[in-house]
């Protein structure tokens, strides 16, 4: 099997992309605080990382949803962005796709192990 066919490696990177992905959209509300009228948006993928957490089926690939807040009271202006909560999601993004990059250079270490010491 190739190293990019493990499935736990499969859902590593897949793990990866949709974190960057939502500090993607965080950072877009963060942006668009001042803009009047705007909605935050929400990226959303837990469920199936917590199923995978709990014993469920081995995930492949996360899939994700991209909202948009209507349940959040607006402002005068329309705007929903609420920065403090948008910043501790921010933060914990950050924490959770560090904890993702540390597993797959584990990984990676492993592969690298592998390679310089066979035929020794």
């Given at each position: 099997?190739?190293?990019?066919?493990?499935?736990?490696?499969?859902?590593?990177?897949?793990?990866?992309?949709?974190?960057?992905?939502?500090?993607?959209?965080?950072?877009?509300?963060?942006?668009?605080?001042?803009?009047?009228?705007?909605?935050?948006?929400h990226?959303?993928?837990?469920?199936?990382?917590?199923?995978?957490?709990?014993?469920?089926?081995?995930v492949?690939?996360?899939?994700?949803?991209?909202?948009?807040?209507?349940?959040?009271?607006?402002?005068?202006?329309?705007?929903?962005?609420?920065?403090?909560?948008?910043?501790?999601?921010?933060?914990?993004?950050?924490?959770?796709?560090?904890?993702?990059?540390?597993?797959?250079?584990?990984?990676?270490?492993?592969?690298?192990?592998?390679?310089?010491?066979?035929?020794?």
């Amino acid at each position: 099997m190739a190293f990019w066919e493990d499935p736990s490696v499969k859902a590593l990177s897949s793990g990866m992309d949709a974190l960057w992905q939502k500090q993607q959209v965080i950072s877009h509300n963060i942006a668009n605080v001042e803009t009047p009228g705007y909605k935050a948006k929400h990226v959303e993928f837990k469920e199936v990382l917590k199923k995978t957490e709990d014993g469920g089926e081995p995930v492949k690939e996360y899939r994700t949803v991209v909202s948009v807040d209507e349940s959040t009271q607006a402002r005068a202006d329309g705007n929903n962005v609420q920065v403090e909560s948008e910043e501790l999601e921010l933060w914990k993004t950050y924490v959770e796709y560090s904890t993702l990059t540390s597993r797959m250079s584990k990984k990676f270490s492993s592969l690298r192990y592998v390679i310089n010491n066979a035929g020794k």
